[in-house]
């Protein structure tokens, strides 16, 4: 089966099969991993090719973007409730005394998800010298099962683009959790992302 879901409810141990040969015989959850991770290792090098980029001017560039699970592994498939985390690393070829960092989550049409900037957070912006920078995001963004992307950009406070990717790391989110009672209940996606909400149920007095 490839459904998931039902893999985990009904099966306590799993055979693994490639090309009709049984490759792997174990517990459920560690046998839907080893699926999951099937030919992840090309998909998630996301080393970016500069002659993608909408937007370069040279002055700093992206070097690599990828989405991490919550062992900080590189991944491009996520059980239902992980959290997704981001880590950009870049080059600077200049001196840049103030300059942001943005990322958006797309839906496969393009519609933006989720965005975030340092500075919504941070409250300031970055000042950086020649040379090359790692800077991870971590989020608690929980997304609704399916296919969503990056959109990336180095810019100027003003607004002026310095690095811009429109499309990257493309991943999915399944509809089954870690943990069986959390899995995605409804045969079709609701929206995109869960309601961070606190649901109180009181009797009403008559």
Same mark, same amino acid.
């Given at each position: 089966?490839?459904?998931?879901?039902?893999?985990?409810?009904?099966?306590?141990?799993?055979?693994?099969?490639?090309?009709?040969?049984?490759?792997?015989?174990?517990?459920?959850?560690?046998?839907?991993?080893?699926?999951?991770?099937?030919?992840?290792?090309?998909?998630?090098?996301?080393?970016?090719?500069?002659?993608?980029?909408?937007?370069?001017?040279?002055?700093?560039?992206?070097?690599?973007?990828?989405?991490?699970?919550?062992?900080?592994?590189?991944?491009?498939?996520?059980?239902?409730?992980?959290?997704?985390?981001?880590?950009?690393?870049?080059?600077?070829?200049?001196?840049?005394?103030?300059?942001?960092?943005?990322?958006?989550?797309?839906?496969?049409?393009?519609?933006?998800?989720?965005?975030?900037?340092?500075?919504?957070?941070?409250?300031?912006?970055?000042?950086?010298?020649?040379?090359?920078?790692?800077?991870?995001?971590? =989020?608690?963004?929980?997304?609704?099962?399916? =296919?969503?992307?990056?959109?990336?950009?180095?810019?100027?406070?003003?607004?002026?683009?310095?690095?811009?990717?429109?499309? =990257?790391?493309?991943?999915?989110?399944?509809?089954?959790?870690?943990?069986?009672?959390?899995?995605?209940?409804?045969?079709?996606?609701?929206?995109?992302?869960?309601?961070?909400?606190?649901?109180?149920?009181?009797?009403?007095?008559?």
């Amino acid at each position: 089966s490839h459904i998931m879901t039902s893999v985990k409810a009904l099966c306590n141990r799993c055979y693994l099969l490639e090309d009709g040969t049984i490759t792997s015989e174990g517990a459920t959850l560690d046998i839907i991993e080893k699926y999951l991770k099937r030919g992840q290792a090309s998909e998630v090098a996301n080393k970016l090719d500069h002659s993608k980029f909408e937007y370069d001017t040279g002055e700093a560039r992206f070097i690599s973007i990828d989405i991490l699970d919550k062992k900080d592994q590189s991944k491009s498939r996520f059980l239902y409730r992980d959290p997704i985390n981001i880590h950009i690393q870049f080059e600077v070829y200049e001196i840049i005394d103030r300059f942001l960092v943005s990322v958006h989550i797309c839906a496969p049409d393009g519609t933006p998800i989720a965005y975030g900037c340092n500075i919504d957070t941070q409250g300031k912006s970055f000042s950086v010298k020649h040379g090359q920078y790692s800077l991870r995001i971590k =989020t608690d963004e929980k997304l609704h099962p399916g =296919t969503y992307f990056l959109k990336a950009a180095l810019f100027y406070p003003t607004g002026r683009p310095i690095c811009l990717i429109e499309r =990257t790391c493309e991943f999915t989110v399944e509809k089954f959790a870690e943990d069986n009672d959390h899995s995605y209940k409804w045969p079709r996606s609701q929206a995109y992302k869960m309601l961070n909400a606190e649901w109180k149920l009181d009797e009403r007095k008559t």
